[in-house]
């Protein structure tokens, strides 16, 4: 018994030894073992289908109330079958060129690689990290939370080229402007090893990535193609503003899930991005109305739609950088300065953007993602990356410019490239004007909206 009792005791202090750390050493950090909470992977689960109603059938239904009848089909058609496709190129290649590669140096700050090409490697027992150390989420639920991003944003551009572009020729425009815009746009903002990403800049859900990136894309090519017969000769009313309305709630609904699904957790931060995206869109509805009754004599339902969306465009990139004050400002001066764009710069210039494309989302994330960088000020309420008390609304102001100008720049270049391209397949990417006059829904798709 006093063996047994010794033998223990001994054993005892021999592994209280071993634990002590050395003398005059640290002991050593416990190591970080990452694990998937099942509550963040769901609220990224319901995110992504959000993100999916928001374009099919919100974004269908909005941009198809707005062009005449003899084209509705047609928009349905574009966007729907635009979904199908860019989720395939996604899968196939999409998701390895934009989040993949080494994290320094070379070409990897502009685009990622093939090493997961066709999702190789990619499995369910793989994992993908968020903003928390420790705290990952499964990797397909990441691929197919950002397939959607990678979806609705060529689909934005075809509101631009609406009414008077053949439906195999924006099939193509859209699969060449994913691939060398969208791509290494998302890749250089959203890659930890992408440049944009390296300077700094803050987009949380896409500002540059989709907003500005679609807008100028639809800027471009709504001038390379040409005017509608009609543009500023004859009215060219809506066919349906209920559908329009319908519309804009899903994709009001849809946005929760773009902006605060971006945070990859079911965080307090999720739900400051949750508030945001209701204040920021609501200021801009009622800002737009305003403005149009003291400049137009009238407050209309198009108006406060086109508002929202315009306030739900300019809180993306700062869904989760601004206080709640911050995103109400920022979506009031979007909503004013987008009706100004809309109503003024666009029959300045004469160009043909057939559902303001530009207008809102080109425009309006300009304004957002500027706006960003003042909004994010810890003094002002935002929740800038980093020690708060070294934040500098100049310095982060310069790096949303230089993010601005690089994603208009690229964006308008890939776009003009991808048309003239598109022109030479199709010899010419434009219907021809007795298919324009019948209207692409029977000229296109042989059917009707309406009978």
Same mark, same amino acid.
């Given at each position: 018994m006093t063996v047994k009792l010794s033998k223990i005791l001994g054993l005892a202090a021999l592994a209280a030894l071993v634990a002590l750390p050395a003398l005059g050493q640290d002991a050593p950090a416990p190591e970080v073992v990452a694990t998937v909470d099942k509550g963040d992977t769901t609220w990224m689960l319901i995110s992504t289908i959000l993100v999916i109603a928001m374009t099919i059938p919100g974004l269908a239904l909005f941009y198809g109330g707005l062009v005449?009848?003899?084209?509705? !089909?047609?928009?349905?058609?574009?966007?729907?079958?635009?979904?199908?496709? @860019?989720? @395939?190129?996604?899968?196939?290649?999409?998701?390895? !060129?934009?989040?993949?590669?080494?994290?320094?140096?070379?070409?990897?700050?502009?685009?990622?690689? +093939?090493?997961?090409? +066709?999702?190789?490697?990619?499995? $369910?027992?793989?994992?993908?990290?968020?903003?928390?150390?420790?705290?990952?989420? /499964?990797? %397909?639920?990441?691929?197919? +939370?950002?397939?959607?991003?990678?979806?609705?944003?060529?689909? %934005?551009?075809?509101?631009? @080229?609406?009414?008077?572009?053949?439906?195999?020729?924006?099939? !193509?425009? %859209?699969?060449?402007?994913?691939?060398?815009?969208?791509? /290494?746009?998302?890749?250089?903002?959203?890659? *930890? *090893?992408?440049?944009?990403?390296?300077?700094?800049?803050?987009?949380? #859900?896409?500002?540059?990535?989709?907003?500005?990136?679609?807008?100028?894309?639809?800027?471009?090519?709504?001038?390379?193609?040409?005017?509608?017969?009609?543009?500023?000769?004859? $009215?060219? $009313?809506?066919?349906?503003?209920?559908?329009?309305?319908?519309? #804009?709630?899903?994709?009001?609904?849809?946005?929760?899930?773009?902006?605060?699904?971006?945070?990859?957790? #079911?965080?307090?931060?999720?739900?400051?991005?949750?508030?945001?995206?209701?204040t920021a869109p609501a200021a801009a509805a009622l800002a737009w109305a305003l403005a149009e009754k003291f400049t137009r004599g009238h407050a209309s339902l198009l108006g406060a739609a086109s508002g929202a969306v315009a306030g739900l465009v300019a809180i993306t990139p700062a869904a989760g950088f601004a206080g709640t004050m911050g995103a109400l400002v920022l979506g009031a001066i979007a909503g004013v300065v987008c009706l100004w764009a809309v109503v003024t710069l666009k029959p300045m210039f004469k160009y043909d953007d057939a559902l303001d494309v530009f207008g809102v989302h080109g425009v309006g994330g300009i304004v957002g993602a500027l706006g960003t960088?003042?909004?994010?000020? /810890?003094?002002?309420?935002?929740?800038?990356?980093?020690? /708060?008390? #070294?934040?500098? @609304?100049?310095?982060?102001?310069?790096?949303?410019?230089?993010?601005?100008?690089?994603?208009?720049?690229?964006?308008?270049?890939?776009?003009?490239?991808?048309?003239?391209i598109v022109n030479l397949v199709f010899g010419g990417a434009r219907v021809s004007e007795s298919a324009e006059s019948d209207g692409l829904d029977v000229t296109d798709h042989g059917e009707r909206a309406y009978n």
């Open positions: 005449r009848a003899k084209n509705m !089909l047609s928009v349905l058609m574009q966007v729907f079958a635009g979904f199908a496709m @860019i989720s @395939i190129l996604w899968v196939i290649y999409g998701y390895s !060129l934009a989040f993949n590669g080494p994290t320094e140096g070379g070409i990897s700050g502009f685009i990622g690689d +093939f090493s997961k090409l +066709f999702l190789g490697g990619v499995t $369910p027992a793989s994992q993908s990290a968020t903003f928390s150390a420790g705290v990952e989420i /499964p990797e %397909l639920t990441f691929v197919v +939370f950002q397939l959607t991003f990678a979806c609705i944003t060529p689909a %934005l551009i075809v509101g631009a @080229i609406a009414e008077r572009m053949k439906f195999g020729a924006v099939m !193509l425009f %859209l699969a060449l402007w994913f691939t060398f815009s969208y791509l /290494p746009i998302a890749h250089m903002v959203w890659f *930890g *090893g992408g440049y944009l990403f390296g300077l700094g800049a803050y987009d949380f #859900a896409g500002g540059t990535v989709v907003h500005i990136n679609a807008g100028v894309a639809g800027l471009v090519a709504a001038i390379m193609l040409g005017k509608r017969k009609e543009f500023m000769k004859e $009215p060219i $009313p809506p066919h349906n503003l209920t559908f329009t309305f319908i519309g #804009a709630c899903l994709l009001w609904v849809g946005w929760f899930g773009f902006n605060a699904g971006s945070n990859l957790e #079911a965080t307090g931060l999720a739900a400051q991005a949750v508030l945001n995206t209701i960088a003042i909004v994010a000020a /810890p003094s002002l309420g935002g929740f800038a990356l980093g020690d /708060p008390a #070294a934040y500098s @609304i100049g310095s982060q102001f310069l790096i949303q410019l230089q993010a601005v100008a690089i994603a208009v720049v690229w964006s308008a270049i890939v776009t003009a490239v991808a048309m003239l």
